[in-house]
């Protein structure tokens, strides 16, 4: 593949650039806000892009998404968002680019929680109305939003896989008052260097069921960037995510 990457200067950035070389891909530019020496151009802007490409990584930020959506638009280029955090305005905006090319969007794109999301949602399924769950999530002390998006992701597994509606509740503080059975909880924990964790507990009358994933290097998401950037190559106009790329490899 020919990949143009935003964020490349940012840690997933290098991951990636690694990760592509070995793989034997080509980045033929990156974008960053803050530029460091990397094996390619870099620039601070997408109209200073120079090369063909067929496919955008985004592992930047929110900021500035309308600037890359735009690139892409005019450069008729697939693109993957691999960073969370975005806005009911940013989603908006997605969701309209979405009409015109192929975006791929997920907030996790290690293949182990997605997997995971299919277990939560066959768990809810099976265990019904009469189990509590808390999702709980744990960061790197530099990680900026909260919840996680992957965090957000497992609740609306779980949500999928239920006959009521549940709402999510993020973190909990003062007299709250007893736990209501519409609740999904959420708790955010950052600290130290914590790649990324996520536990999706089920609390019974007498038994506690508890789903699980824990990332040791960020390797795991360069992997699944790349593998999505194959994938999505030669989709038509639309909004994709991992089960449309599972349903491929099952």
Known sequence: MRIVLFGCCGKMGKFVTELAAEQGHDIVCGVDLSPSPMPYPVCTDPAEINGQADVVIDFSSPSRLDKRLKFCEENHLPIVLATTGYSEEDTALIQNYSGRIAIFKTGNLSLGVNLLQMLVKRAAEVLGEDFDVEIIERHHNQKKDAPSGTALMLAESV????????????????????????????????????????????????????????????????????KAAAWVIGKGAGLYCMDDLFKDLL
């Open 159 to 226: 949500k999928a896989g239920l006959s009521e509606e549940r709402e999510t509740v993020c973190g909990r503080q003062g007299i709250v008052g007893a736990r209501k059975k519409s609740e999904i909880g959420i708790h955010a924990v950052r600290g130290g260097n914590i790649v990324g964790e996520h536990e999706v507990m089920f609390a019974g009358e007498d038994e506690i069921l508890t789903l699980s994933h824990s990332a040791r290097s960020r390797k795991i998401f360069a992997a699944g960037a790349l």
